[in-house]
């Protein structure tokens, strides 16, 4: 399973999918070792391919972003050194969910053309327009794995106890890779229709690091790579959700040290950039994974990142069966699940509920009395007093 979701984390024309396994590689071993949390599997994420890649544009070249993401890294370990992790959790909640559903539905707008089987080069308008070739064995392979990860998902499933620990997204991968073999020998002129993924062969850990592509060291004053380092769309977004989600999943105690947490996520980036991967984040797919099937400690996460080592050496040719259409299906149903209409149903929910408070309750937050000397609230049942604050009481709220 973790080659294949490393894999499907960069299928862009400039993020391969050996930058993918080499993110997962450096996130398992490196990232592990640092971070406080036992559960959470570090590595590339779906949702941040339309991050990376928007990145990338921004200075124009992959060197480019390497150097700011080497810079991202230094400037999260510092954070984490001065202790400043713990303002990860101010931010809301509720622009986090905006975000991810932003990113999924951008997810789902670059990988329509890939399931559909269209050359490299074409986008979205282009088959909206009716101007790009489909594959029908690519439309074939893309809707099996998308039928294979609704039902995965669905309550059928999840009451088979022997099935529940198997992940989707495998399932879906491996029947793509059939169809590869299947048509090998059933059908040879119809693999020209179905894109697969391309992996360099490895004889040995020297040929490995022949691959990798440095960033651009002398352009650490350019601007645009400054304004790609400072913005915080890598793992400072995603972190909160992570930790709240693999809370409840599975509470720690004591709880990961917030500043720990950011320290490790600026070596293991500082690392991938120097490397030439993409940013390291929390994957919650991966760590929700890890913690059903009965993790205890850090060892399954060194042995995914082991497994991710071994797989890039010596299994390439493997992955190579593996269809681009599949890798596809598998970001759809991520994208439809970061942007779920639910999430917009619930917000307009919200939004109503607010709209219909009634008038006689729509009144300013803080009254002061006449004659009085303490601030007065509005409350549903009335007005209730509040104590005025005294200065050693504002003192201790911004300690």
């Known amino acids: 399973m973790s080659p294949c979701r490393c894999a499907s984390a960069s299928p862009s024309q400039r993020l391969t999918a050996f930058v993918g396994l080499l993110t997962g590689i450096i996130g398992g071993p490196v990232v592990t070792a640092l971070s406080p949390s036992r559960f959470a599997v570090s590595g590339p994420a779906a949702g941040l391919v339309t991050i990376v890649v928007a990145a990338i544009e921004s200075p124009g070249s992959f060197s480019l972003f390497l150097m700011a993401l080497v810079l991202a890294g230094v400037l999260q370990l510092l954070f984490g050194i001065l202790r400043a992790g713990r303002f990860i959790s101010l931010v809301p909640a509720s622009v986090i969910k905006g975000m991810l559903a932003a990113i999924g539905i951008l997810l ?18 282009e088959v909206v327009q009716g101007n790009a070739a489909f594959s029908v064995t690519a439309i074939a392979v893309g ?65 490995l690091l022949g691959e990798l592509e440095s960033p651009a060291w002398s352009e650490w004053r350019n601007p645009s790579v400054w304004v790609v380092a400072v913005t915080p769309r890598w793992s400072p977004a995603s972190k909160p959700c992570s930790a709240e989600a693999l809370k409840k999943l599975r509470p720690q105690n004591p709880p990961p040290s917030p500043n720990r947490e950011m320290v490790a996520r600026g070596v293991g980036n500082l690392l991938s950039g120097v490397l030439g991967a993409m940013p390291i984040t929390a994957v919650i797919v991966r760590s929700s994974v890890n913690v059903s099937n009965g993790a205890q400690s850090k060892l399954s996460i060194f042995i995914h990142g082991v497994l991710l080592l071994i797989c890039g050496l010596w299994f390439s040719g493997l992955l190579t069966l593996i269809p681009l259409a599949s890798l596809a299906a598998v970001l759809l149903y991520t994208g439809y699940k970061l942007a779920t209409p639910r999430l917009f149903i619930e917000q307009f929910r919200r939004c109503g509920a607010v709209r219909s408070v009634p008038r006689h309750h729509r009144r300013d937050y803080r009254l002061r009395h006449a004659g009085g000397d303490r601030d007065w609230s509005c409350h549903p049942d009335g007005v209730q007093p509040l104590a005025q604050p005294s200065p050693l009481a504002a003192a201790g709220a911004l300690r």
């Open 143 to 207: 809707a099996g794995g998308l039928l294979v990860l609704w039902l995965w998902g669905s309550p059928l499933i999840r009451r088979v106890k022997s099935l529940r620990w198997i992940p989707g997204p495998l399932i879906a991968v491996l029947l793509g890779c059939v169809t590869t073999l299947l048509l090998t020998h059933f059908a040879p002129q119809q693999l020209a229709a179905l894109p697969r993924i391309t992996l360099p062969a490895f004889g040995s850990l020297g040929d």
């Open 108 to 125: 789902i707008m670059q990988q329509i053309p890939v399931a559909l089987g269209t050359a490299e080069e074409t986008g979205l308008t």
